[in-house]
C-alpha cells in the first residue's frame, strides 16, 4: 500500500474506523463461506445457485480494495480475528464461572481496558489499560472501583519506579495468599469466599448443639458470693451470658399518651394483639394517690414566689409578674363585657355563662404556664435532674467499672442529659458517691440481671422502667421494723434476684411511695417493647433494695424494702383509683328526672 493511501486512512475517525473494520470482517466470513461450497463441490457448480447479478463482481472489488486495506493499516488478518475470538469466549466463560456482574467496578474496568489494548493505542495507552485490566481481573467480589482504582495507580507507580513485570506479579501473588491463606489448588477467590461461608454455615447447628448439650449437662451453676461476713459459694440455676444487662445499649423509650404509656393489650388467648393499645397509667403515678402531699405542697409553693421574686430582680427577666397581671386584667374585663353584654340584652340564654367558663380557661391556662415557668426557675427540678446524672454514672459503673467513671472525671467529661440536652459535669463528690455505690455492690457480691427493663401489670393498669433487677445473696435481716407486721428474714442459701432501686433525693419522708413502687416493679411482668410478649423476671416478692446516694453527701447506703407492706398499700393505691372512677360517676348528669318529658314519653 502506497505511504499517501496509508495517510489518508489513518486520517479516518475512530468510528469510520471501527464501521470499516467491521465490514472487512464481515466481507472475510462471506469469502471463507465461498472458499469452503467450492471445495465441498469439488468445483462443480451447483445447479440450485443463482448466478450472480451482473456488475456484483464491479462492486465487490473496490469494497476488497478497501479491506485489504484497512487490513493493513490496522494489522487485522482472519488469524488475529480468530485469536481475538478465542479471548472473548474464554473471557465470556471465566465470566460465568465466577458469576460475574457487568454492573460491577471491576467488570466495568475490565471493559474499558479491553477496548484500550484490542484497538489501535499507543504503547503507554496499552501498558496502563494492562494494569486496569489485572487491577480488574484480581478484584475481590465486594471491593469498590476507588480501592481497584488504586491498586492501578500502585502498579502504574511501580512500573514508573523500574520495578519489572514479574515483581509486580509476585506482589499480587503474596498478596492474593495472604487473603486466602487456606485456599485449595486451582481454586479463584471467588471460589474461596463461597466455600469458607458454607462451612461457616455448617459448622454453626454444630456449635449450638454441643452449647445446648453443655447447658443440659451441667444446669447448676456455683457462683462465688462476697458478703460483709467473708466470700461464700451459692449453686443455683445457670443464667446465660445474654440474659445479664448491658446499662450502655440506650433502652428504647416507652411510647407515651396523654394519661399513660401505650401498652400492647393481650388477645383472649393471652397473646399480644398489636391491633389493640391501652394507655396505663405510669407507676410513679399510680402509687403516689394515698400520700399525704401537704409537705410537698408547701415545698411547690415556696418554689413559685422564689421564681417570681428572682424574675422581678434578674436584669434578664422574662416579665413573669407583669404578665400575670395582663391575662388577670384581659380575664376580667372580658368578663365584665359579657355581663354587660347580657344585662342588654345582646346575648342568648345562657350565652353569657359560656363567654365567662371561655374567659376564665384562657387566663387559667396561661398563667399555669407561667406558674410552672417561675418553679424551673427556682430550681424546682434541679434535684430530679441530678438524680438521673447519678444514674447515668452508676450504669457506667455497673458496665464498664468503677475505673472508666474515675477516669471521665479526670478528663473532665461530661455526662448529657437526655431530657434538657444539658451537659453535666462529674463533681468529686458525684465520684465519691458512685465510688461508695460500686464499694457496696461489691461486697454484697451484686450482679445486674436486668438494667432500666418496662414493667407492666395488665390486671392493675400500670406501667414502668424498673432500674435493676439483682442477683445477690441477703443475710438474715429484720424486716418492718417497728411495725406489727415486723418478722425475721432468713439468710439466703443461695443467691436469688431482688428488685433494686437507686434513690438520690429523702428516703424516709417517701418511704411508703417507694415501697408501693418497689411492689409495682416486683408483681409486675417483664414486657418486650418490638413484640408486646411479657415473661417473669422470677425477683422475690417480699424483699426489694433501695441504694441510697443522697446528693452531695458523697455516701451510699443500702437498705431493705418491705415488699410485704408495699403490696399491701399498693392494692390500696388500686382501691383509692377504683373509688375515685367510681365517685365521678355517682351524680348522673345526663339524667334530669323533673325535666320536661321526651318526645317518646309525650307521644306514650
Not at 489494548?117 to 481481573?137: C, F, M, Q, R
Not at 403515678?285 to 413559685?304: M, P
Not at 464499694?439 to 440481671?449: A, Q
Not at 414493667?455 to 424498673?466: C, K, P
Amino acid at each position: 500500500m502506497g505511504s499517501k493511501k496509508k495517510a489518508a486512512l489513518h486520517g479516518l475517525s475512530k468510528k469510520e474506523r471501527k464501521a470499516l473494520e467491521k465490514k472487512a470482517e464481515a466481507l472475510r466470513a462471506e469469502l471463507a463461506e465461498r472458499e469452503a461450497a467450492k471445495a465441498a463441490k469439488k468445483g462443480k457448480k451447483s445447479k440450485d445457485e443463482k448466478p450472480a447479478k451482473k456488475g456484483k463482481s464491479a462492486k465487490l472489488a473496490p469494497v476488497v480494495a478497501a479491506e485489504s486495506i484497512e487490513t493493513e493499516a490496522l494489522t487485522v488478518t482472519p488469524a488475529a480475528a480468530d485469536a481475538k475470538a478465542e479471548r472473548k469466549a474464554k473471557r465470556e466463560a471465566k465470566a460465568a464461572k465466577e458469576g460475574a456482574d457487568e454492573s460491577t467496578p471491576a467488570s466495568k474496568i475490565a471493559a474499558a481496558a479491553r477496548a484500550v489494548i484490542e484497538g489501535n493505542s499507543t504503547p503507554d495507552a496499552v501498558a496502563d489499560a494492562e494494569d486496569s485490566l489485572a487491577a480488574a481481573l484480581e478484584a475481590n467480589p465486594g471491593e469498590t472501583i476507588e480501592e481497584i482504582q488504586a491498586r492501578v495507580a500502585a502498579r502504574r507507580q511501580a512500573r514508573a519506579d523500574g520495578v519489572t513485570e514479574a515483581e509486580i506479579q509476585a506482589r499480587v501473588t503474596k498478596a492474593k495468599a495472604a487473603r486466602m491463606p487456606d485456599a485449595r489448588e486451582g481454586e479463584t477467590e471467588v471460589e474461596y469466599q463461597q466455600r469458607r461461608l458454607a462451612e461457616k454455615k455448617a459448622d454453626k447447628p454444630v456449635a449450638l448443639a454441643a452449647a445446648g448439650e453443655a447447658v443440659e449437662a451441667i444446669r447448676q451453676a456455683v457462683e462465688v458470693v462476697e458478703t460483709e461476713t467473708g466470700r461464700e459459694f451459692a449453686a443455683g440455676e445457670s443464667v446465660a451470658t445474654d440474659d445479664f444487662a448491658k446499662p450502655s445499649e440506650a433502652p428504647r423509650e416507652l411510647e407515651e399518651g396523654r394519661n399513660g404509656y401505650k401498652i400492647i393489650q393481650l388477645d383472649a388467648a393471652g397473646k399480644p394483639d398489636p391491633r389493640k393499645v391501652r394507655q396505663m397509667t405510669r407507676v410513679t403515678t399510680f402509687v403516689s394517690n394515698i400520700d399525704d402531699e401537704t409537705t410537698l405542697k408547701k415545698w411547690d409553693k415556696r418554689n413559685v414566689a422564689e421564681g417570681l421574686a428572682l424574675d422581678a430582680t434578674s436584669p434578664e427577666s422574662a416579665g413573669l409578674v407583669p404578665k400575670i397581671n395582663e391575662l388577670a386584667h384581659r380575664r376580667d374585663v372580658a368578663i365584665a363585657k359579657a355581663i354587660k353584654a347580657d344585662r342588654k340584652g345582646r346575648l342568648g340564654v345562657g350565652e353569657v355563662a359560656t363567654l365567662i367558663a371561655d374567659a376564665e380557661k384562657v387566663a387559667k391556662d396561661a398563667i399555669d404556664a407561667i406558674v410552672e415557668e417561675a418553679a424551673e426557675l427556682a430550681g424546682r427540678s434541679s434535684k430530679a435532674r441530678a438524680g438521673t446524672h447519678l444514674h447515668a454514672l452508676a450504669e457506667i459503673s455497673d458496665e464498664k467499672g468503677i475505673d472508666e467513671v474515675r477516669r471521665m472525671h479526670e478528663a473532665g467529661e461530661t455526662i448529657l442529659l437526655a431530657e434538657t440536652g444539658e451537659e453535666v459535669p462529674i463533681t468529686a463528690t458525684d465520684l465519691a458517691s458512685i465510688e461508695a455505690y460500686d464499694e457496696r455492690m461489691t461486697r454484697l457480691g451484686v450482679k445486674v440481671i436486668e438494667s432500666e427493663a418496662v414493667i407492666v401489670n395488665d390486671e392493675m393498669g400500670y406501667a414502668g422502667r424498673l432500674d435493676r433487677i439483682i442477683m445477690v445473696r441477703l443475710p438474715e435481716l429484720v424486716i418492718g421494723k417497728g411495725t406489727p407486721g415486723e418478722y425475721v428474714r432468713p439468710a439466703d442459701q443461695r443467691a436469688r434476684r431482688y428488685v433494686a432501686d437507686i434513690k438520690s433525693g429523702r428516703v424516709d419522708l417517701g418511704a411508703g411511695k417507694i415501697a408501693r413502687q418497689l411492689a409495682a416493679y416486683a408483681l409486675g411482668d417483664l414486657y418486650d417493647l418490638e413484640t408486646g410478649e411479657r415473661s417473669r423476671h422470677s425477683a422475690v416478692r417480699d424483699v426489694a433494695l433501695a441504694f441510697h446516694l443522697p446528693q452531695g453527701a458523697g455516701i451510699c447506703t443500702v437498705h431493705p424494702v418491705d415488699l410485704k407492706a408495699g403490696t399491701t398499700l399498693l392494692k390500696l393505691s388500686a382501691e383509692v383509683r377504683r373509688a375515685r372512677n367510681t365517685g365521678r360517676k355517682t351524680i348522673d348528669t345526663t339524667v334530669d328526672i323533673a325535666g320536661p318529658a321526651s318526645d317518646e314519653e309525650a307521644a306514650e
